[in-house]
């Protein structure tokens, strides 16, 4: 495979209630990652309306003129510094619908060409919804788009629990995966009091990375307490770059797609994906079917 080569800006900043002040934000980081060429840049989750229930009380806090009025800045922002924007927010529905968790993918011409709605909300899935279910509907279909010839999708937040999500992202020669977050003004932490976010969320990047050779982009709000800091993961597993923790900046990496990054899995990975859960070369002897013997 011929070598391509995605500079990726991973932005991260405190996500506010206050529409303008996230605009601002985002405008500007949008700026350092041009003076830094990079190719794209990728926001956390819901970084332009604020994340219901989080940062605003509610929905009904969105002012949607507003909001959509900022939308169309980062799009003009967008055209002018020829930069691919991975735009976390709230899309607004019809007909009294709860509005979807999005990231939207606006191209370097300011266009929006396609959008990821989170499509596994944290929350129980009763007669009482909570957290996300209480104030989004969720997405029910993957994200995958192009930039430069480079195969990409898109996910947000809890999708990371779901290995599934990667898998059919996978099927579809995704190459790098751009994830948003937002894990912070909330902390959930073990009976012992420890912060399992900060642990389980890069731990997961790393695995969902090296099972599938994807390049991650792994965001999140600075927002106090963040629970930790956004970070670049390369096909192998290995985190290759790290923003510090609750400090606004964009992480910029070269993201080298078909290089020779090691793929533990890649012989095998086809085959098991397609039902086969071994490495061939079967053999038939009775004492490879007796599982009681000695």
Sequence with gaps: ??????????????????????????????????????EVIHFSEAALSGYAGVDIPNIEAINWDELVAATRDIQQAARELKLWV???????????????????????????????????????SGSKPTLDLKYYSPGNRACVFKIKGVTCGALICYDYRF??????????????????FHNARKTV??????????????????????????????????????????????????????????????????FQIGSDIFDAPGLWRPAAMNGQLHSGCLVDDPRSHDLTCL
């Design 1 to 38: 495979m011929k070598t391509k080569t995605l500079r990726v800006g991973t932005a991260q900043f405190s996500v506010e209630g206050q529409i303008s002040k996230n605009r601002a934000a985002i405008l500007r980081l949008m700026q350092t990652a041009a003076e830094q060429h990079a």
């Design 86 to 124: 991975l735009l976390g927010s709230t899309h607004r529905l019809s007909d009294n619908h709860k509005p979807h968790n999005s990231i939207y993918v606006i191209d370097s011409r300011g266009q929006i060409v396609t959008r990821y709605d989170k499509r596994f909300c944290t929350g129980s």
């Design 163 to 180: 290995p599934e999500l990667y898998r059919d992202l996978k099927q579809h020669d995704v190459q790098v995966i751009f994830q948003s």
């Design 189 to 254: 932490v073990a009976d012992d009091g420890y912060n399992i976010w900060k642990t389980i969320v890069p731990a997961t990047m790393c695995c969902r990375a090296a099972e599938n050779h994807f390049w991650i982009s792994a965001n999140n709000s600075t927002a106090k307490p963040s629970c930790w800091p956004s970070f670049a993961v390369r096909p192998d597993g290995a985190i290759v770059g790290q923003l510090k923790q609750h400090q606004a900046g964009v992480l910029v990496t070269d």
